[in-house]
């Protein structure tokens, strides 16, 4: 089985830590493992902006870089959802296609393709959990407050083998944090109110940390946090499952 | 009141949040209505089978819209009912305009309805020096105060009690300082109680038109609609095309998701099914394109017509409950006005399908299954190819579409820093940093991931 | 062309392809091993009297021993005066009961059914101040599904649900019950 590691655009600027956890977590899962070096971005910030029509490139760029693996896995739900509902290849149709079957979130590629039963990692702390819209409503990764639907949580699922770690999560367990793509700057009040209320509902918890699915969701509230000079970190879940 | 826009929503949202304090309220309150529909839809196990067959009965209906509308107005005119068709919100208006003056009528009572909200019927009755007194509380208040409704359901939901005392003080003369909400509602009993025993002719809206049987339901808790159709001589009730369902049957399953949508109740207070005029009573109903037949050829977003106006996406927006209704500028705001609004004014609303992060919650909560984050994003690629956004904004997207496709030029654009740092989106593309407002930059790091896995894969 | 041929052209020109009319069925629904305390339940929850009766004779001595009294009481349960039907909302707006029979209940929502003929005059179940329902037991039904199933609502004028008092919660969602209807529900099972 042979993976091809994609780390979206700003996890490989900015917190090159989660990609690194992310890689190493899944050599460890005894996965094959390979990170294509010419991969940029997924195309979304574009697209989310009304710009679809300028992600050609992006595309063309993505199925060459991706197209020779079994399966692609990222830590991230947002640019996985993009990816799988928007990727296209005019000259390739196939490849493009393929690739958006193929394409897993980590934390879904974790429990439904390698079946993770067990987990080395150990993080003794307190944990809130925020859910990442994309993941959860988009790639189903959880069951949500609006349906009536059984409950159930695929990251849930592998933060409940960490050892040590106490779980919470805020009052209100599905609500977006704000970042939305460009709406953080082009919506900016509503984005940070967003983010502050999140932020608020976990430190009611008295948590150490605030894990997601998504960077793009962390570095929103991370950035909150550090304006609020709070004591709070911000910590994607691949950095838990991998901490030992 | 028209809502003529003067501020875009995000300009509009940030006024509105300054207030944080009252912010909190707006979104707790809203919450709270939120919580009430979790309550009564997780109690019901058939909700998904009864989403999945609102949903395909009204696809099914859009699919077949002519044939319902005609086998309405035949059935319909049967029962002795006049039917009216107006084209668009102006022609709805003189219709109804020529109701009254045929009629020589003056006093007039109209209880909710969203469709004479988006044609401005009041304004336009206003300018020929005729009032229509709004039955609903919530639209009374907001009557009373000058102002537009916030919410479809929830008319002035973005009031506090204190300012509903103070326009019921000026205008109905209660106690000052009197902030009880019973006490208040008492007041406007009395006060609209004289209104509907003397009413001439009643203005309803439609909740659900029956194909079948050329009737109409009429949804309210608060009687108003009742009180005002079964007293005046002429009943005239207001719809749009696609408020039309194919039979009777098919109401035991919006009434059930309706009233849980909205409030969270099992249903309405009043359901009330009108088939015939009372004899002696005159009932019209005026039928309403204004815009609809446009979107229902636009496939990308003809199902928004499936709406049946319950705002369960308004009470779950995030944004929307931070911002207010208002920002929205227009008669139908939240997630369902964003897209139903660009079809109606492209270039007015272009705002509105941005107002929103696409978290989806909206999808989720409709009762009827519109993809509402779907078309939000949807619309933005309409609008950007129309032409309707900031040439800055084109600009930096285009630089970024650019560096992208680029591998090279995105490794050195990374290794450079600042310049990456300048051009990622989130970070703002222009000279101030909107970003940094209110949030710290995320911290360079000393490599990239691409640079420590060349470093280290072979390890 | 005038709006209407325009309207229904266009509609006819912009329709999506025929889709299927699902088939509802009863076999999904909840069925209630006790609808009546469900009825119950639910109806109390929305602000609704429930009163079991063990005769009708009962509501007949409340209905004279109100009259009696000198309350302006309107009784369609027992006795259908034609005048009612003339009346105007001047006459009916000083009406403190009204008691009236309806067709059927539904346990699912606590809402009963009422047609024109049982009202009298369609504007009484509103404007009355205190609304009183009488209620075969053996009539209710589990769902709205249920309902639609045995009513014919082609086959009056008018007819309405009513699940309990008027009520609003417009003024910061606070529910005030007494809106601009009845300000009380009270269903008598019979």
């Known amino acids: 089985m042979k993976v091809g590691l994609f780390i979206p655009c700003y996890i490989d600027q900015f917190y090159p830590q989660v990609g690194i956890a992310t890689y190493q977590l899944l050599k460890k899962l005894g996965c094959d493992v390979d990170y294509p070096e010419n991969q940029t971005c997924c195309g979304q910030p574009m697209a989310n902006s009304g710009f679809s029509a300028l992600t050609g490139g992006c595309d063309k760029n993505f199925v060459a870089n991706f197209d020779a693996y079994d399966y692609v896995v990222a830590p991230s739900g947002s640019c996985v959802l993009h990816i799988k509902e928007h990727l296209k290849d005019d000259k390739n149709p196939a490849k493009a296609q393929k690739i958006r079957n193929t394409i897993y979130e980590l934390t879904e590629f974790l429990v439904d393709i390698l079946k993770v039963e067990h987990l080395s990692s150990n993080f003794p702390y307190k944990v809130g959990f925020h859910t990442s819209c994309h993941g959860q409503r988009g790639l189903n990764l959880s069951s949500m407050t609006e349906r009536v639907l059984p409950q159930f949580s695929k990251p849930e699922q592998l933060l409940q083998k960490v050892k040590g770690l106490q779980l919470s999560y805020p009052e209100r367990k599905d609500e977006c944090c704000g970042f939305g793509g460009t709406f953080c700057v082009f919506e900016e009040a509503v984005s940070v109110k967003m983010g502050k209320d999140r932020i608020e509902e976990h430190q009611k918890n008295e948590v150490d940390y605030i894990t997601a699915g998504d960077v793009s969701c962390l570095m929103h509230l991370e950035g909150i946090l550090k304006r609020q000079g709070s004591k709070v970190k911000a910590i994607h879940l691949a950095e838990i499952l991998n901490h030992e | 009141m028209s809502n003529l826009k003067t501020l875009d929503h995000a300009a509009a949202a940030e006024i509105f949040i300054k207030d944080e304090a009252r912010t909190d309220w707006h979104d707790d309150t809203l919450w709270f209505v939120r919580q009430k529909r979790d309550k009564a839809v997780h109690g019901i196990a058939e909700w998904e089978q009864l989403r999945e067959w609102a949903s395909q009965i009204k696809n099914h209906t859009l699919s077949n819209l002519d044939n319902y509308l005609t086998a309405f107005e035949k059935q319909a005119e049967a029962n002795g009912i006049k039917i009216h068709w107006a084209a668009d919100a102006l022609e709805h208006n003189q219709l109804m305009h020529k109701i009254l003056k045929d009629n020589n009528i003056s006093r007039i009572v109209k209880s909710k309805s969203m469709l004479t909200e988006e044609c401005h019927l009041n304004d336009y009755l206003k300018k020929q020096g005729i009032e229509v007194v709004d039955t609903d509380l919530g639209e009374r208040i907001v009557q009373l105060r000058d102002e537009a409704p916030s919410h479809i359901v929830l008319p002035a939901i973005h009031l506090k009690k204190q300012d509903v005392s103070e326009t019921f003080h000026e205008h109905l003369h209660t106690e000052e300082g009197n902030n009880d909400p019973q006490y208040l509602t008492e007041a406007a009993r009395q006060h609209l109680r004289n209104h509907f025993i003397q009413s001439e002719l009643a203005i309803t809206g439609v909740n659900f038109a029956i194909a079948e049987t050329g009737g109409f339901v009429v949804c309210t808790n608060e009687g108003n609609a009742d009180m005002g159709a079964h007293t005046a001589k002429i009943h005239v009730a207001c719809m749009g095309i696609e408020k039309i369902i194919p039979k009777a049957e098919h109401l035991g399953v919006f009434l059930r998701l309706l009233a849980r949508s909205a409030t969270g109740q099992p249903i309405t207070t009043y359901s009330s099914h009108f088939q015939k005029p009372r004899p002696g009573q005159e009932m019209h109903i005026i039928i309403v394109d204004n815009g609809r037949t446009k979107q229902l050829g636009r496939a990308d977003f003809r199902n928004s017509l499936k709406c049946i106006r319950c705002a369960a996406c308004f009470n779950t927006c995030p944004v929307y409950r931070r911002s207010g209704g208002h920002s929205y500028h227009t008669a139908v705001a939240g997630p369902i006005g964003s897209i139903l609004n660009p079809n109606l004014d492209m270039k007015a609303n272009a705002d509105l399908p941005f107002a929103s992060t696409l978290c989806g919650s909206c999808s989720n909560v409709c009762p009827v299954k519109i993809d509402i984050h779907e078309q939000l994003w949807k619309w933005r690629q309409v609008i950007v190819e129309e032409g309707y956004v900031k040439p800055e904004k084109k600009m930096a997207m285009k630089g970024m579409a650019w560096l992208f496709s680029n591998p090279k030029v995105y490794r050195w654009a990374g290794k450079s820093g600042r310049w990456f740092l300048r051009t990622m989106p989130f970070l703002g593309n222009n000279k101030l940093n909107v970003w940094y407002k209110q949030r710290e930059m995320p911290e360079a790091p000393k490599q990239s991931f691409h640079d420590w896995y060349q470093q280290n894969k072979n390890k | ?190």
């Not at chain 3, 041929?5 to 020109?13: F, G």
């Not at chain 3, 009319?21 to 069925?31: A, I, V």
């Not at chain 3, 009298?120 to 309902?147: E, S, W």
């Open chain 3, 1 to 190: 062309m005038s709006s209407r041929e325009k309207i229904l052209a266009t509609c006819t020109a912009n329709k999506p392809a025929l889709v299927d009319l699902p088939q509802l069925s009863d076999e999904h629904l909840t069925h209630y091993d006790d609808k009546l305390a469900q009825f119950k339940l639910v109806l109390e929850g929305i602000g609704g009297k429930v009163v079991a009766l063990e005769n009708i004779e009962q509501v007949k001595e409340e209905i004279a021993a109100h009259k009696q009294s000198g309350e302006f009481v309107v009784d369609t349960v027992f006795n259908i005066d034609d005048a009612l039907k003339t009346q105007t909302s001047f006459d009916l707006e000083r009406v403190d009961r009204a008691y009236l029979k309806a067709t059927l209940g539904v346990a699912e929502n606590g809402s009963v059914w009422l047609y024109e003929a049982q009202m009298g005059n369609r504007l009484l179940p509103f404007i009355c101040q205190h609304l009183f329902i009488v209620l075969d037991k053996a009539t209710l039904v589990d769902n709205m599904y249920q309902a639609y199933q045995k009513l014919q609502v082609q086959e009056t004028g008018f007819g309405v649900f009513i699940a309990g008092p008027s009520k609003t919660a417009d003024i910061e969602q606070s529910l005030v019950i007494g809106a601009h209807g009845a300000r009380s529900l009270t269903v008598y099972l019979v």
